[in-house]
């Protein structure tokens, strides 16, 4: 990854063969822009690539994972409405591949709130870490919108079909401590922690032998990558026909109505 352009929304860093991936879009709670889709995406496949990186570890600056997709700057991309969504759902689609092919280990440390697609990538994480004030919010029914980032098939697989559905039909916030009793995140660390403990654990990790670490990951998700690259086709293509119906365009108004009142 040596000369790679510095992306704009994350912040990269190097701790020997770990890679830390920060969201860093505090001023607005790391909501993500179809700038930072691209990046994150373009993160994984060059580190993917990259010998030198062993672990990769997504999480969020200041008091948020992320907030989700940033709605307001989508709206304001140029472009007509057939063009941004087409755009947007390429970009959508191509960065969950990433995840899905990511063949070395993936750690996603939720240090507060995630919501939306940053809620549904960190499940397609090796490895779920998550701060006891946190959440996992997917308020997919309430925008009028529909499962994305492989959870129809994540979410029930996980926790169970009437939890996933609490979520993802009902908007139901999962607290760190349900997302632990149904097996959702691997341990809920308190938030002084992160830095103290769970960060010198982390970098333990990355002296692991790296042949071992995929090895083991491509025995244990053989039966899922196709499952997990259909379930995104499917999502991303209901997702385009999602956007263009009028009661989605009326709750996401009402949503940036909401937003410009706070």
Request: charge should be neutral; aromatic fraction near 8%; hydrophobic fraction near 40%.
């Amino acid at each position: 990854m040596a000369g790679a352009k510095e992306p704009a929304h994350l912040k990269l860093e190097r701790f020997g063969t770990v890679l830390r991936v920060t969201i860093n879009n505090p001023r607005k709670k790391n909501a993500l822009n179809r700038q930072a889709y691209q990046e994150l995406g373009d993160t994984l496949v060059a580190a993917n690539k990259d010998d030198s990186v062993h672990v990769v570890v997504l999480t969020g600056a200041g008091d948020f994972y992320s907030s989700g997709n940033d709605m307001v700057s989508a709206v304001a991309e140029e472009g007509s409405v057939e063009e941004k969504l087409a755009r947007g759902n390429t970009i959508l689609r191509e960065m969950v591949r990433a995840f899905i092919q990511f063949d070395k280990l993936l750690i996603a440390v939720i240090n507060g709130p995630a919501i939306g697609i940053a809620a549904t990538t960190a499940l397609l994480c090796d490895v779920v870490y998550m701060v006891d004030t946190a959440y996992f919010y997917t308020p997919f029914t309430r925008l009028g919108l529909c499962a994305e980032g492989c959870s129809s098939y994540t979410f029930p697989l996980l926790m169970g079909r009437s939890k996933a559905s609490e979520m993802l039909l009902l908007n139901h916030r999962l607290s760190a401590q349900e997302a632990l009793q149904f097996n959702v995140v691997a341990a809920v660390v308190k938030k002084d922690e992160l830095e103290t403990k769970l960060w010198h654990q982390i970098l333990e990790y990355g002296k692991l032998p790296i042949g071992s670490i995929k090895a083991t990951k491509r025995l244990t998700n053989r039966f899922q990558r196709d499952q997990l690259h259909e379930a995104n086709d499917r999502e991303t293509e209901a997702l385009m026909g999602r956007y263009q119906t009028e009661e989605s365009m009326n709750a996401v108004m009402e949503f940036m109505m909401r937003k410009s009142k706070m």
